[in-house]
């Protein structure tokens, strides 16, 4: 009879320890299909974590850009940022953690310039070759930063609304 009773929390330990390990393993292998997908889970490189943005932000970048498989999550100091690539520009979007876009930036070369914009850098800066653009779209305002070089001098210039600035000069070697 004693061996009943002491059997009986012994079994039942030994059931819930069977459970949990289950249970646990089943979550492991749910994480790692996660992970693998191609839009989710995507490792921060400097941080060497995986990412999960919210259901939120994952409806809007849907929304917008449809399932990139070589989009790149990672956190931001206001919710998710997404690096990829659209329609051969390369792309950088922050979102807030209720999915609305807080900002977006452009990478590219001469090519995707606007032709205004390409027209202000070019007449003011004639003897210089643009050799990339950064655009970005924050707060309903862009700006266009446009590297221009020459054969001794790089330049950074800043664009908003026709509006132009240096805001940095460096000098080659």
Avoid at 26 to 32: P, V
Avoid at 121 to 145: G, M, Q, R
Avoid at 147 to 164: F, L, N, R, Y
């Amino acid at each position: 009879m004693m061996n009943n009773k002491l059997s009986a929390p012994l079994l039942v330990a030994l059931f819930a320890l069977l459970t949990s390990t289950a249970c646990t393993r089943k979550l492991a292998l749910q994480s790692t299909s996660i992970a693998d997908s191609p839009d989710f889970g995507q490792i921060d490189k400097s941080a060497e974590k995986p990412v999960y943005p919210n259901a939120a932000v994952i409806r809007s970048f849907y929304k917008t850009y449809g399932e990139l498989t070589d989009a790149r999550w990672f956190k931001s100091a206001t919710g998710f940022g997404v690096k990829f690539k659209y329609n051969g520009i390369n792309k950088t979007v922050y979102y807030k953690l209720h999915g609305l876009v807080d900002t977006e930036i452009l990478y590219y070369s001469e090519d995707g310039l606007p032709p205004q914009i390409r027209h202000l850098v070019k007449s003011h800066f004639y003897d210089y070759t643009i050799t990339y653009v950064t655009e970005v779209h924050k707060n309903d305002a862009t700006a266009f930063y446009v590297i221009v070089e020459d054969a001794s001098t790089i330049k950074t210039i800043k664009i908003v609304e026709d509006e132009w600035e240096v805001v940095k000069s460096m000098v080659k070697r």
